[in-house]
């Protein structure tokens, strides 16, 4: 009868010796990805070398319809004031009539 020990340790995976292409097909995996990656970032790199120190501004029509025309830029220094209601924080009470 066996054990439940020795149904663990029997290599059901067959012979184990033959058909040794894993290690050398996951170097060439390695090596493959390895080199993607770094083309990769050599391209990214020349792209963003190539773009503009600063974006001239946009001068498109100022249509106070449109979602965007509100928009207040972060980084000028004057920050708007966000209109709306602050978020729950827990604490707030519910009434019942």
Known sequence: MLTAAQ??????FGDTRTGGLAG????????LLATATILLIRNMNARLRRLPDRFPQQS?????????AAVVDPTDGTGGRDSSTPAPNG??????G
């Open 7 to 12: 149904v663990l340790a029997e290599n059901n």
């Open 24 to 31: 050398p097909m996951g170097l060439f995996l390695i090596l």
């Open 91 to 96: 604490h707030q009470q519910h009434l019942n």
């Open 60 to 68: 498109g029509s100022t249509d106070p319809t449109r979602a965007d």
